[in-house]
């Protein structure tokens, strides 16, 4: 059974950082492209970012410079760093991982996460 399971968020002043992680289990890791999206009230589900098998990582324009994601496929766990967060990062983030890379690029990886709540208010 494949298990995605987020952790990290919380409630963070503007400017401040947190950081999420997603535990995997019951998939081969390090043959899964590994990625994050959120999801804000009343708005669709955005890709945020993502990182494959080999590493290479691409953001959405509004967090490149802020969120940095990264994996250890020794320990089965993917990371997004967020920094300098905004208001409009206020989301539910997901993690979500599949063995082909174009399902992760339209957003249809196969398996997801169950999420986590990030708030950014003062």
């Known amino acids: 059974q494949v298990q995605l399971v987020e952790s990290g968020g919380g409630l963070v002043q503007p400017g401040g950082s947190l950081r999420l992680s997603c535990a995997a289990s019951?998939?081969?890791?390090?043959?899964?492209?590994m990625g994050w999206y959120r999801q804000a009230p009343g708005k669709e589900r955005e890709f945020v970012a993502r990182?494959?098998?080999?590493?290479?990582?691409n953001y959405r324009d509004s967090v490149k410079g802020r969120f940095t994601i990264s994996r250890d496929n020794a320990k089965n766990t993917l990371y997004l760093q967020m920094s300098s967060l905004k208001f409009e990062d206020t989301a539910v983030y997901y993690c979500?991982?599949?063995?082909?890379?174009?399902?992760?690029?339209?957003?249809?990886?196969?398996?997801w996460g169950q999420g986590t709540q990030v708030t950014v208010s003062s």
């Open positions: 979500a991982a599949d063995p082909i890379v174009f399902k992760m690029m339209t957003m249809r990886p196969s398996y």
């Open positions: 990182i494959n098998t080999g590493g290479v990582t």
């Open positions: 019951g998939i081969i890791f390090n043959a899964n492209h």
